[in-house]
């Protein structure tokens, strides 16, 4: 590519001299904001990785839920419980009366 650039530049009048450092800087532009976007890119490992931390967050919200629904039930049998005894004290004590 310096190549290339370098006879552009001496086509249209450059100094030897001129043309490759025109040539050397544009080339060093070039390559540094190449390397810029490539460190923005995800690399196949990336893309895997993240494959693998979704999978792990599914599982464990999975967990969750049925953590979640166990307590759920858990705490309806608890207050059908508690009302069934509240009833049946009610019950006794309208019994007595």
């Not at 009048?13 to 995800?42: C, F, P």
């Not at 490992?45 to 599914?58: G, P, Q, T, Y």
């Not at 705490?75 to 004290?89: E, R």
Request: no cysteine; net charge positive.
């Amino acid at each position: 590519m310096k190549l290339a650039l370098h006879k552009a530049f001496r086509q249209v009048g450059a100094t030897d001299e001129q043309a490759h450092q025109a040539a050397e800087t544009i080339d060093s532009a070039l390559d540094k904001r190449i390397k810029e976007s490539q460190t923005h890119l995800a690399t196949k490992s990336d893309i895997h990785e993240l494959k693998v931390e979704i999978a792990n967050v599914r599982t464990e919200m999975s967990s969750m839920k049925a953590e979640l629904i166990r307590l759920f039930l858990t705490g309806q049998v608890a207050t059908i419980g508690i009302n069934v005894t509240v009833v049946v004290a009610a019950i006794r004590i309208l019994a007595k009366s």
